[in-house]
């Protein structure tokens, strides 16, 4: 882990500045239930509409040419694959291109390549009117039969709900990226789960306001749907709206009480907020249910520790320590209960092994440092960790104050007036201040 260099009164706040610089739905906790036993496309055709593209903008502009608001259309997005040769440049073939388009434009519709493989159509509604679904299963069908390939269908509806035209099409877009979690071939309409994976998508790009207007999309589908409102949850976390985040975690737990993902997102929220007692019910619920999780233990650890429940926050520390060995953050943590304990033993095992995991841990230094000048032990030692840690990190008061320490011991009283007054003279090694 790259070490965090702040001044800081403790090391709770490094501990803080850890948590808040993580996913608040970690990768490492369980997968959303839509995930299961689906694999991700290799490329999201929807990273077009994201970064823009001159194809997807004129696409637009047919659409709106074309559209008949008193009529209604089918819009699809298709992406072809060759069974036989795994051909994906379909464009550059006049065959191809002839076929579809004879299909598309015998119903009225009309296409657009936007990648070499990758077509968007539209097609009018039939007269009689047909039933949209059908329409869209039995073009994809044609097109399969005809050309003899796999097609992967996105479809949308117009009109459906307030969206506008160039919205349809930008739908079935996302629709084509759901598909693309199933085995070529699949036709999928937009749902809750599409703006899920959409919300998704733009979160890891880091477009966190436009992922939370695709959550808030599948929400307008599906109000209660709970991978939507826990991930509606982690982008408000995210942007520091922690009470908007705080609610709608609550409002997934009422769906999935049992769900440890949503606990330990309540719970590190609460823990953020400083509502200590709220966030210690949802991470001790969190971990009965699963003690294996890295996460739900350290920041159990660290709320336990900031409510003074230091045998509770141990349980926790101790359990995240064996979980990620070469962690020095819940060593670390041990260490600084102990030393305030007064259990100096145990205290210099914890720093040990946390300087062991991280040979730049200051607070871990300056704690055994404190530890040795306590037992008026090791004190070359203890000179040595306090002063590498007050060149580490020179604005921590703390570390400056217990170098000074070790130097009245030593009768080193100009030096000790410096780090007790270090505005007095700044602290240098080179020219042999301290």
Avoid at 172 to 197: E, Q
Avoid at 208 to 215: G, M, P, R, S, T
Avoid at 288 to 303: D, P, R, V, Y
Avoid at 344 to 371: E, H, P, Q
């Amino acid at each position: 882990m790259q070490r965090i260099t702040m001044t800081a009164t403790s090391r709770l706040h490094i501990a803080e500045q850890f948590l808040t610089s993580r996913e608040v739905a970690n990768q490492t906790l369980p997968d959303a239930p839509w995930q299961k036993e689906l694999t991700p496309p290799r490329e999201y055709v929807s990273d077009i509409l994201i970064q823009g593209n001159y194809r997807t903008d004129a696409f637009s502009f047919k659409l709106n040419q074309f559209q008949k608001p008193e009529q209604g259309f089918l819009c699809a997005v298709i992406s072809f694959t060759d069974n036989k040769t795994l051909e994906t440049h379909f464009q550059d073939h006049p065959r191809y291109t002839e076929k579809i388009s004879g299909i598309i434009t015998d119903r009225g519709g009309i296409m657009s390549w936007l990648t070499p493989n990758v077509l968007s159509m539209a097609i009018p509604r039939p007269c009689p009117p047909a039933p949209m679904a059908h329409l869209a299963s039995s073009i994809k069908k044609q097109m399969e039969k005809s050309l003899g390939v796999i097609i992967s269908m996105g479809a949308s509806i117009f009109p459906w709900m307030d969206f506008s035209a160039q919205e349809t099409f930008h739908h079935g877009v996302r629709a084509l990226d759901h598909a693309g979690f199933h085995k070529p071939g699949a036709l999928i309409f937009p749902n809750p789960v599409t703006f899920n994976i959409s919300g998704d998508r733009r979160y890891r790009l880091g477009h966190i306001d436009d992922a939370l207007a695709e959550y808030r999309l599948g929400l307008l589908l599906a109000p209660t749907n709970f991978n939507l409102l826990n991930s509606l949850g982690v982008c408000n976390s995210v942007l520091n709206q922690f009470d908007r985040a705080l609610d709608q975690f609550e409002k997934a737990l009422e769906i999935m009480p049992k769900d440890v993902m949503a606990l330990y997102n309540a719970g590190l929220v609460c823990n953020l907020m400083n509502h200590l007692d709220k966030g210690a019910e949802y991470l001790t619920r969190a971990s009965k249910l699963n003690n294996t999780i890295f996460e739900i233990e350290l920041t159990a650890g660290i709320l336990f520790t900031k409510a003074n429940r230091f045998s509770r926050a141990l349980d926790h520390l101790e359990r995240a320590g064996k979980i990620s060995p070469g962690t020095a953050l819940p060593h670390g943590l041990m260490g600084d209960i102990h030393l305030k304990q007064g259990d100096c033993s145990r205290a210099v095992k914890s720093y040990t092994r946390a300087i062991k995991c991280n040979a730049r841990d200051t607070w871990s230094m300056s704690g055994l440092a404190r530890i040795y000048e306590i037992q008026n032990i090791n004190m070359d030692i203890a000179m040595a960790l306090a002063r590498q840690s007050v060149m580490l990190d020179p604005g921590i008061s703390l570390f400056r104050h217990r170098l000074g320490k070790i130097y009245l011991k030593k009768g080193w009283y100009e030096k000790a007036a410096i780090e007790f007054n270090p505005k007095k003279k700044p602290f240098n090694l080179d020219k042999g201040v301290a």
